[in-house]
């Protein structure tokens, strides 16, 4: 389409559109659903996007860029933002030269994840300012705004988007590109960079100082706008709640917070004086309403159960109703499975039959736990097989102890279970303990993505390649085996019986293309193979 004219974009489409045009020379994350496409479209637009072993590297990866002068943005699912929080917390602190944006894709509802945290709270304890669009214009503009806000002030600016705003398309009217920003160049300043306990106290007391005057900012900030109406009824809402209550309750009067930390206290408590009843409408933990009771404003909330899932125009009519009746069920979907012919099933029927006690992991196999399978005890978060895993060996007794198995996929192994595997050389239970790596060449559950196992690049181009039978030996395990559950299932069963029975560490890599992706990398492998070399 025409950049110039109106575009119709989601809501990631549109952040990566804003990038684009705002010179953004570095783009880092790690593939989670609803963050993925982010990333991918800003490859697209031809932006440098690069996919990480896991967001605290890809926050790290960017936040190094920004030290240097440069506009960098960092892309992440909701969960994501808690393996990135480490280094979110310093960044603070320790500010940055040029610019840079943290994009958390909230999930409410957990269409995709095994929580629906509400990483507002975010912006709070990380002490970082954050923005909050409502459609796919807002999330244009915002992105826009973000890197402007995060420039002016010297510090990393949290942009908080749900799944609705995620993947809803609407129409985007984009502004020119921006000329490019100056070439980055790194200024040596230890006392800002360099987070020593001396160096932090100021740098702590710096930021409350930032804060303050960005507080004072967003009184007057055109970000937070003020729609009239009958006076009757007063909103205050932000993100997609926000379109939800407009189309509930046309004629009420709103306040739209498009800075919802620090928030314009002031503001809010001017809106609330001049309208009879003041309510707010938010979709997840009730953090405007408390942030606003906390201020004494007199505001009204909704009831618990408006708390879980996403909102919409009837629940939100039911909210403004003060109806707080059990809602009735969804009806019953169709449940998620492997997919027919997965190299995964082999595996699961495997465990299944050899009764093991399953310690898995986030993926598109975790669905081993639905029937037929069932094949599943645990799954907590990314990389958490191998130590819950570690764990049931070190206390369980003998027979159930030598049941225990870790389960965990290619992509995942990469983003947080090569620390688990570390763990496991060197707190060895008793009894050993056996690990498989699922190996289907990709990122299945997200959307056949690369990871550094596959080789190749976010735009498919090869690089470097973490090989993880030669790391499993490197680190000093002597039973490595790599097989092909689907080719060889009888061979795969003795191999996983005979591993369970020995006082040994066993790492199995099961290895086979996902069959989604099996031709493109097939055909990407004969495109390497074919390449000339002009090595010297």
């Not at 570095?26 to 967001?55: D, H, R, V």
């Not at 933990?285 to 606003?292: E, I, K, N, R």
């Not at 707080?324 to 082999?346: F, I, N, S, V, Y």
């Amino acid at each position: 389409m025409n950049q110039a004219g109106r575009m119709l974009l989601s809501g990631n489409e549109a952040i990566a559109l804003a990038a684009r045009h705002a010179g953004v020379a570095l783009g880092a994350g790690y593939p989670g659903t609803p963050s993925t496409e982010i990333l991918e479209y800003f490859s697209e637009l031809g932006g440098k996007a690069q996919w990480s072993p896991n967001e605290k590297v890809a926050l790290e990866v960017a936040l190094g860029a920004a030290f240097a002068g440069a506009s960098a943005m960092a892309a992440m699912k909701h969960v994501g933002l808690n393996v990135a929080a480490d280094p979110l917390f310093t960044a603070a602190y320790t500010g940055v030269s040029g610019a840079l944006v943290v994009v958390s894709a909230d999930d409410p509802g957990l269409a995709s994840s095994q929580n629906e945290q509400d990483n507002r709270r975010y912006a709070v304890a990380a002490a970082v300012p954050m923005l909050e669009p409502s459609d796919s214009q807002e999330a244009y503009e915002l992105t826009l705004e973000a890197l402007d806000l995060s420039r002016l002030w010297g510090l990393p600016v949290l942009l908080r988007v749900t799944t609705r705003i995620c993947h809803s398309k609407s129409i985007v009217l984009p502004r020119p590109p921006r000329e490019a920003p100056p070439s980055p160049v790194f200024h040596r300043d230890v006392r800002s960079r360099v987070m020593i306990p001396a160096y932090a106290k100021l740098a702590h007391q710096k930021l409350r100082k930032k804060l303050a005057e960005i507080a004072r900012w967003c009184e007057q900030s055109p970000l937070n706008r003020v729609i009239r109406g009958d006076d009757s009824l007063g909103i205050i809402a932000s993100g997609i709640a926000y379109v939800h209550a407009r189309e509930a309750a046309p004629r009420a009067s709103f306040l739209k917070l498009g800075v919802t930390y620090p928030l314009a206290i002031e503001q809010a408590r001017a809106f609330a004086a001049g309208v009879r009843r003041c309510l707010v409408i938010e979709e997840g933990d009730p953090y405007l309403v408390d942030s606003l009771r906390a201020a004494g404003i007199a505001v009204e909330g909704q009831a618990e159960i408006f708390r879980f899932g996403e909102l919409n125009v009837g629940r939100v009519k039911r909210i403004i109703a003060g109806d707080p009746t059990d809602e009735p069920p969804m009806p019953p979907g169709k449940p998620p499975q492997l997919c027919a012919g997965c190299p995964h099933r082999k595996v699961f029927e495997t465990l299944g039959r050899l009764g093991c006690i399953v310690s898995g992991d986030i993926g598109c196999y975790t669905l081993g736990v639905l029937p037929p399978f069932e094949a599943m005890d645990t799954c907590v978060c990314m990389g958490a097989s191998i130590g819950v895993g570690l764990g049931l060996r070190h206390v369980l007794g003998g027979d159930q102890a030598r049941r225990v198995v870790s389960v965990i996929g290619d992509s995942t192994f990469v983003h947080s279970g090569i620390t688990g595997l570390v763990e496991m050389i060197y707190n060895p239970p008793a009894t050993g303990h056996v690990l498989i790596i699922l190996d289907n060449g990709t990122t299945a559950m997200t959307g056949l993505q690369e990871h550094p196992g596959t080789g190749r690049k976010l735009d498919h181009k090869a690089t470097g390649r973490v090989v993880y039978e030669d790391l499993a030996r490197a680190l000093g395990i002597t039973n490595v085996h790599v097989v092909d559950p689907t080719r060889d299932g009888e061979g795969f069963e003795r191999l996983l019986a005979s591993a369970l029975k020995r006082d040994e560490l066993t790492v199995i890599i099961t290895r086979r293309p996902c069959l989604l992706a099996a031709r493109r990398i097939s055909e990407l492998d004969k495109a390497a193979e074919n390449k000339p070399d002009h090595g010297g």
